[in-house]
């Protein structure tokens, strides 16, 4: 069995994202498992609208680094927005 080591490497990104976002914030509320799922998808997607788009900076092998960290951080943004714009719970 193998795997595809631009699966493996996004999720090794993401993770890192997420973790990344954590410290800088302080604290996820209660999304952290959908910021670390959005940071490893927007990765694994990065990388392959990067391939499509051409982009080599700073790749490893075939996975290019710099739009996978883009890609991570905008997962993570998008989650931050739906969480901001979604409906809040009543604090009684």
């Not at 914030?25 to 959005?38: C, K, Q, S, T």
């Not at 051409?54 to 790749?59: K, P, Q, R, V």
């Amino acid at each position: 069995m193998s795997l595809d080591p631009g699966l493996v490497l996004g999720v090794l990104v993401g993770i890192g994202s997420a973790a990344l976002y954590v410290v800088i914030r302080g604290h996820a509320g209660g999304r952290l498992p959908l910021v670390v799922a959005a940071a490893i998808l927007g990765a694994w997607a990065g990388d392959t609208l990067g391939d499509r788009l051409g982009l080599t900076i700073a790749s490893i092998g075939d996975f290019r680094m710099v739009s996978a960290i883009i890609g991570a951080w905008v997962g993570i943004g998008l989650v931050n927005v739906v969480a901001v714009l979604g409906p809040s719970e009543r604090r009684l």
